[in-house]
């Protein structure tokens, strides 16, 4: 089946830097990325659409300077969380969009941000 | 956004079906999926209904959609201690298939 990694799987930095965050799909080539964030508890929330080779599409409350995303290649999309704060520690999940008859996604799975 | 809702708690016994329950309020999805997630694990797809069909089933899982009532519930029969964990509903509705998921139902298996 299809299979979407997340480097890394853990990542703790100090407040004010910036960290990167990479979404492969391994068997798939992927024209749409997908970059959720899950809070504690709650629910998966769509932070962007990511195209290749185009700019990404944020939903309405994302800041897109402070979560930059890069899908450069058809198997490779980053997130970048620029300047984080604490309120940016959560856990992100990226998906690739397969295509074809379902159209599905399949998810990464997932990069948990501690920023101190 | 969208809303999809779903109970947030369930707790069955060992051998006993589950049904867990999810709403939604755009008549215009396409698919409607179904993911588990596991404690600090990303999401994995069960199973996945089209938005035209009133019933799927796939091994121990059944998939109901009422689309009249935008109901959809996913059974599991025989649920084991092994399918302990959360589930999401979702659906998608657009050309770029943006995903709206429900809140989540935790689902504990009790031996």
């Known amino acids: 089946g299809a299979v979407v990694s997340q480097h890394p799987s853990r990542v703790i930095c100090k407040s004010g830097t910036s960290v990167k965050i990479e979404c492969r799909s391994l068997?798939?080539?992927?024209?749409?990325m997908f970059w959720y964030r899950q809070f504690p508890k709650q629910s998966l929330m769509l932070m962007a659409t990511?195209?290749?080779?185009?700019?990404?599409?944020?939903e309405q409350g994302v800041e897109k300077d402070k979560f930059l995303i890069n899908h450069a290649s058809l198997t490779l999309s980053t997130l970048t969380v620029t300047s984080a704060h604490p309120e940016d520690s959560s856990f992100y999940i990226c998906?690739?969009?397969?295509?074809?008859?379902?159209?599905?996604?399949?998810f990464g799975p997932g990069t948990r941000l501690t920023v101190l | 956004g969208e809303d999809v809702e779903q109970s947030l708690f369930l707790s069955v016994r060992e051998g006993d079906s589950s049904v867990i329950n999810c709403t939604y309020t755009?008549?215009?999805?396409?698919?409607l999926y179904w993911y588990k997630q596991e404690p600090g694990a990303g999401l994995q797809l069960l199973t996945y209904?089209?938005?035209?069909?009133d019933m799927k089933q796939d091994q121990r899982l059944t998939v109901l959609l009422n689309k009249k009532d935008k109901h959809l519930s996913l059974r599991i029969a025989d649920t084991q201690t092994g399918d302990s964990a959360i589930y999401f509903c979702?659906?998608?509705?657009?050309?770029?298939?943006?995903?709206?998921f429900g809140s989540g139902t935790k689902l504990n298996v009790k031996p």
């Open positions: 979702a659906e998608s509705i657009d050309n770029f298939n943006k995903f709206y």
């Open positions: 755009d008549s215009s999805s396409t698919y």
């Open positions: 990511s195209n290749e080779g185009s700019k990404a599409t944020y």
């Open positions: 998906s690739a969009r397969e295509g074809g008859f379902t159209d599905t996604q399949y």
């Open positions: 209904i089209f938005s035209n069909m």
């Open positions: 068997d798939f080539q992927a024209t749409t």
